[in-house]
């Protein structure tokens, strides 16, 4: 099994900052693409930014060049640097990381808990 725990949530002003951190633990393989989610209240969750093994990055509209993805292999992890955030920023942070199992050529998707992101005056 594989477990993703993110970090870095919180409360923060109109164009305040944050970083998220994922980090991924278990059975682990290779670690394929991660990405960050975002799920605001009511809504479906969307992909915010996705980032590949060899660091390729690609992001939603919506974030422009507000937000920045990154890794670090050598700890399993990746983060989401957000800049000048808005209220409609709002809402659950998911980390999904794509994982093959040891000995193996299946991949799975696997995601973290989840961390809250409120942006308010």
């Known amino acids: 099994q594989v477990q993703l725990v993110e970090s870095g949530g919180g409360l923060v002003q109109p164009g305040g900052s944050l970083k998220l951190s994922c980090t991924a633990s278990g059975n682990i393989g290779i670690l394929n693409d991660m990405g960050w989610f975002h799920q605001a209240p009511g809504q479906q969750r969307e992909l915010v930014a996705h980032i590949t093994s060899a660091g390729g990055t690609r992001y939603n509209d919506s974030v422009g060049d507000r937000f920045i993805i990154s890794r670090d292999n050598s700890k399993k992890s990746a983060y989401l640097q957000m800049n000048n955030l808005k209220p409609e920023d709002t809402g659950v942070y998911y980390c999904?990381?794509?994982?093959?199992?040891?000995?193996?050529?299946?991949?799975?998707?696997?995601w973290g808990q989840g961390t809250q992101v409120t942006v308010a005056a």
């Open positions: 999904r990381a794509n994982v093959r199992a040891p000995g193996t050529f299946e991949s799975h998707n696997y």
